[in-house]
């Protein structure tokens, strides 16, 4: 289930199950946004990104659906595996920002055996 | 093809010390971004710097920090007189040139700062 910790709200999942991280953003002006992985002291790595025009992309294993009208974000992941664990955040961007991102404050996924 | 170099991974400096963390973007890539980040927390943009030139400083604090992307070289973030709520990881993004079709930001492992 879905807990809020001390800091980073935190989502345990069962290996095998689907994960659901979502993402509330601010800025209705933003037109671009990303989801990135943080392992444990590590940087941020590119995960999926999706444009304003679209509301659902899909990748690997990975799916992010744009909800502009409650400006939410959210990224699945199919068949949760224990190199999923990590910290997810969105981040997003601007027209005219010239690749400014501004990120969410993160989920952690914890992958249970 | 390397990806955004940052050095050193791990610093520590006493209060009142100068701390300059660099970062060598990827190849073919001219935009340099600095981002803190707090424990438990996302990354906060500082400074976003094509060579020689600052194009967004935004959410540098006012004082103390400076940034630079000389034209040879790599880009360094300067921090004059560390206190304790400097301690944090510095990341530096890169990117493509703007109209390159690719605006995604490639992250460096990250430079932490420990003032004691």
């Known amino acids: 289930g879905e807990s809020v910790g001390l800091h980073l709200p935190t989502l345990s999942v069962q290996e095998g199950d689907n994960s659901i991280i979502n993402c509330a953003y601010s800025?209705?002006?933003?037109?671009?946004f990303i989801w990135y992985k943080q392992e444990s002291g590590k940087g941020p790595q590119f995960i999926i990104d999706?444009?304003?025009?679209?509301d659902k992309r899909q990748g690997q294993r990975v799916t992010v659906l744009l909800n502009k009208t409650v400006k939410h974000l959210s990224l699945q992941i199919a068949a949760t595996q224990p190199g999923d664990s990590a910290v997810y955040f969105c981040?997003?961007?601007?027209?005219?920002?010239?690749?400014?991102?501004?990120f969410g404050t993160g989920t952690r996924l914890q992958v249970t055996l | 093809n390397a990806g955004v170099m940052q050095n050193p991974r791990h610093l520590v400096r006493r209060r009142g010390q100068e701390a300059r963390l660099r970062c060598s973007p990827m190849?073919?890539?001219?935009?340099v971004y600095w981002y803190r980040q707090l424990p438990e927390e996302g990354l906060k943009f500082m400074v976003y710097?094509?060579?020689?030139?600052?194009?967004?400083e935004s959410g540098m604090p006012k004082e103390r920090f400076s940034a630079e992307f000389p034209k040879e070289g790599p880009s360094i973030l300067r921090i004059q007189q560390v206190v304790r709520g400097d301690s944090a990881a510095y990341f530096c993004?890169?990117?493509?040139?703007?109209?390159?079709?690719?605006?995604?930001?490639?992250f460096g492992a990250g430079s932490r700062l420990t003032v004691l």
């Open positions: 993004a890169s990117s493509p040139p703007v109209g390159s079709g690719a605006n995604v930001l490639t």
């Open positions: 800025n209705s002006a933003s037109d671009y």
């Open positions: 999706i444009r304003s025009n679209m």
């Open positions: 981040a997003e961007m601007g027209a005219g920002t010239a690749s400014k991102l501004t």
């Open positions: 190849k073919g890539h001219s935009h």
């Open positions: 710097l094509q060579k020689e030139n600052i194009i967004d």
